[in-house]
């Protein structure tokens, strides 16, 4: 405890320690998050044969009881043949809903878009990206094994700029602070959100919803799960500083480097520690262990040397305390593991080669990872 209390007990550790270090992230790091909000979901498309009836893809809009409010679009892949709901994967995308499939129902975003060129122009999406990061999420292999992905375009909830506008930081007001949430915690606050709605769909097994993000939304995937019961598992794939990596880390992008480059990502209270990074009353691995006991798997690229690997392993080496602690299996193994190895325990990892993205090998092991845990979904 922050009081030099320590803690002794289960009950503790829930009534106690695991508030208090929420509170603590809230104020130090991320900002605070607002309350939950009533969500509406429309079902607005819906194509029982897609990937030549192996799924059902659903699009619905999720519309916030709050005036002003942006619409988030959740695209939805439902495998058919299965017995009983399906676990879901839940994620954000970077680039809109059009470029995950091919599909000419699944319209382009209207929210601010990042970058120029082919695939944007004005921050507008262009035609041209539909179908362009379809090997990213490769939504067909996990509907082959048995499971759901649902996904949404991350510009719908907050636009990842400086000053943005539209989102929800504007339209749902906190009083100004230094601790006001930052675009890393609107993002958490999104994925929620669409929990909310996930766990009404008669499609969905809602005791299996797993979360998952790359980089920058890695880390809001990785928030959204610590502070949510409801997700059964956190998939935070190379989300480096400000996710899985320790932010008194020396290798990678460091706590000053983040918070100059996207000034917008935490709350004003982070950027006290630029240059001090040791005076934290927490590292990631405190992250970690609010998830605990349910399912972590950490994930990084050999090259990817930025997102500091061997730091986020040694994150999940701490967290295994507090899970052991409540009586759950933790990490299986205190070495790193080969390249190519999953570490399938309650606490996870593997190491793949290649650089920062997210490939068919990741959902691969992400898969595999999801079979160990939660056992094989049944399918007809």
Partial sequence: MMNGQKVTS????????????????QHYMYGRFPAPVPVQ?????????????????????LKLEVAGAPETHLLMVVP???????????????????????????????SWMPGSGPLVANNRALEAGRGTQVHVWELEQSVERGYAVATFYCGDVEPDTTNAVGGVRETILQPKSSDEWGTIAAWA???QRAVDYLVTDSGIDKNHIAVVGHSRLGKAAMLAGAFDDRVAMVIPLQAGCGGTAPSRGTVGESVERINTAFPHWFCGEFKKFNTQPDLLPFDQNCL????????????????DTWANPVGAFDMLKSADTVYRFLGADGLSTQSMPDTNK???????????PGKHSMTKLDWQYF??????????????
């Avoid at 289960?10 to 992230?25: G, I, N, S």
């Avoid at 970690?288 to 399912?295: E, Q, V, Y």
């Fill in 367 to 380: 898969l595999d990872f999801a079979d160990k845990q939660w056992g094989k979904p049944r399918t007809e």
């Fill in 80 to 110: 058919n043949h299965r017995t009983g709901p399906a676990p879901v994967f839940l994620g954000m995308n970077f680039n809109g809903n059009h470029t995950v499939v091919a599909d000419s129902h699944v319209p382009l975003p209207t």
């Fill in 189 to 191: 606050w999104g994925m």
């Fill in 288 to 303: 970690i262990a609010l998830c605990a006991p349910r399912p972590v798997l950490l994930a990084a690229a050999v090259e």
């Fill in 10 to 25: 289960q009950e503790q550790w829930f009534q106690q320690r695991r508030p208090e270090l929420k509170a603590l992230f």
């Fill in 342 to 352: 999953l570490i399938d325990s309650n606490l996870g990892f593997f190491i793949r």
């Fill in 41 to 61: 979901g429309v079902l607005t498309y819906t194509d029982p044969h897609f990937f030549d009836g192996k799924a059902t893809l659903k699009l619905v809009t």
